[in-house]
């Protein structure tokens, strides 16, 4: 049997960036965020019934786009998840690629919407330090007064990155997979 040996090369240190790479907390028995997850079995195998169960169990997610020919008729499985799927974030027409730059600009909006949020809220707390500072109010910047007038600024998601998931399912032969919607 061959041991590995291991040799430190002066200038190669590996820094590991700090935090987690799973920004969405899942419980401790559940996969961790983000996961790239397959359902596969044949019709009527409840896969869809497993993917709804482990959805809910996940508790983290906050929105879920569900992509699938059958994603009008597959209501009464997808009722329990309403809580993170929205009839606008349903897409029925597996063919249509356009579909796949639709859901990257609600994920896009949703990143715009946490920066304004975070930008507001930099705003709002330096305001209020230089308010309570008893510092002259005739010395604070008219915006920064404004967003102090404003309130706190408050975001969907409770100024946390929202936890996304997508859901495609069946569309092995469709435009999504083949010609235009590989990329």
Known sequence: ?????????????IKVPPGSAFACET?????????????IGKRGSGKLVASVNLLEKLEVVDRLFYVSPSAKS?????ARLSKMLSPEDMYSDVN???IL???????EAERD???????KLKLYNEALKRINSHESLYGIPMEMMIAYGEGRPKHRWGGRPPCIVLYFDDILGSQLMIGKGAR
């Open 27 to 39: 419980p401790p028995m559940m996969p961790k965020m983000h996961f790239l997850c397959a359902c």
């Open 1 to 13: 049997m061959t041991t590995l040996k291991t040799v430190k090369v002066a200038g190669l240190d």
């Open 74 to 78: 597959n209501s009464a499985g997808l």
């Open 96 to 98: 249509d690629v356009s």
């Open 113 to 119: 919407d946490l920066e304004e949020y975070r930008k």
């Open 101 to 107: 730059t639709d859901i990257v600009k609600k994920i």
